[in-house]
């Protein structure tokens, strides 16, 4: 919504990371163990006044980290 030149924005991505921890015991066979961590970026406003919003599932995680794994995994 908006004008041509300023539209509205309602953008959001997400990435989802499986954490492995690895097997808790020299004898356990099923598998690495983990988490899932979300982390995602919404942007919404205008063009001309964007907002930025770093999110992460479960919360804890500052700023810096999302980034990372938004862009690196």
């Known amino acids: 919504g908006g004008p041509i030149d300023n539209p509205g924005l ?3 991505a997400t990435r989802t990371i ?3 921890t690895g097997p808790t015991k020299t004898s356990d ?3 690495p163990m983990g988490s ?3 982390v ?3 942007m919404t406003g205008t063009l001309n006044n964007p907002s930025l919003t770093l999110f992460s599932e479960p919360s ?3 700023q810096s980290d999302i980034l990372s794994y938004l862009l690196l995994g």
Do not use: R
């Open 36 to 38: 899932i961590q979300t």
């Open 40 to 42: 995602g970026i919404k």
């Open 10 to 12: 309602s953008i959001s």
């Open 29 to 31: 066979t099923t598998g």
């Open 60 to 62: 804890g995680l500052d």
């Open 18 to 20: 499986q954490n492995f």
